[in-house]
């Protein structure tokens, strides 16, 4: 029995990593003088994941994986001029509207006359509670939390907030990282939305999952026949 549902709002709820991967296309494009493309992809993609620890999540941790890229690739020759042009890159993104997957607004409308909804993102605590204020669905929240990491601590400290039963409590996301395998690991369920734009770093390994039981829909517009024929 479900009473309580939360959702990952990055690539569930609205696109994010489309904005991403123009980045990484116009960042490549300022620094084609210095390397190959793919060699400057590939060097940004390795940046960006080891500077996790040091940065976090988000748009501002980004920018300045893509300077230290440039910096690199360039050999320390990256100019000031193409500095200020990987920084526009980063305020551009910063300040770009929220886009709504297909089905967001409907399911929403439909799951919280039902159910209590909480809201589960990681990221720069700035950057996602001003998509969560534009977004135009904030309302349909009971509880809101961001957060840096989502890991089983995580979550077993949102539920202990809220006083939520881990074994009564459904997430739906995109990432398998994040959203699914840490909250079939304490013993709530879970619904995965693939996104073809979901980034690399938050795949799970298959072995990982593989003791675990989960549904998986190929869109959001599915989940109230899902969770009424599976979850009521």
């Known amino acids: ?34 390397r190959q493309p793919e060699n400057i992809q590939a060097h940004l993609d ?32 990256v100019s000031a001029e193409e500095i200020n042009q990987i920084i ?12 709504l997957v297909d089905g967001v607004k409907e399911t929403l409308e439909t799951i919280s006359s039902a159910y209590p909804l909480v809201l589960i993102t990681k990221g720069d605590h700035f950057e996602q509670e001003r998509k969560i204020k ?44 994040s959203d699914i395998l840490p909250v079939l690991k304490i013993g709530g369920q879970a619904v995965h939305i693939p996104n073809e734009q979901t980034w690399f770093h938050e795949n799970a390994e298959q072995h990982e999952l593989s003791d675990f039981e989960y549904r998986e829909i190929s869109g959001i517009s599915q989940l109230p026949g899902l969770i009424e024929k599976n979850f009521t």
């Open 88 to 99: 526009a890159i980063a305020k551009k993104m910063l300040s770009a509207p929220v886009d």
């Open 46 to 77: 390795q940046t960006e994941v080891a500077n996790i620890p040091y940065y976090g999540y988000g748009i501002k941790s980004f920018t300045l994986s893509m300077i230290e890229t440039a910096v690199h690739v360039s050999e320390g020759q």
């Open 1 to 34: 029995m479900i009473n309580v549902i939360g959702f990952d709002a990055d690539d569930t709820l609205w696109h994010n990593e489309v904005l991403y991967h123009r980045a990484k296309r116009d960042v490549v494009g300022i620094l084609s003088g210095y």
């Open 134 to 177: 534009i977004s135009g669905i904030a309302h349909h929240f009971r509880y809101y939390e961001i957060v840096s990491e989502k890991s089983t601590a995580t979550y077993l400290q949102i539920l202990k907030k809220y006083c939520i039963d881990p074994t009564s409590f459904l997430m739906v996301g995109n990432s398998l990282r």
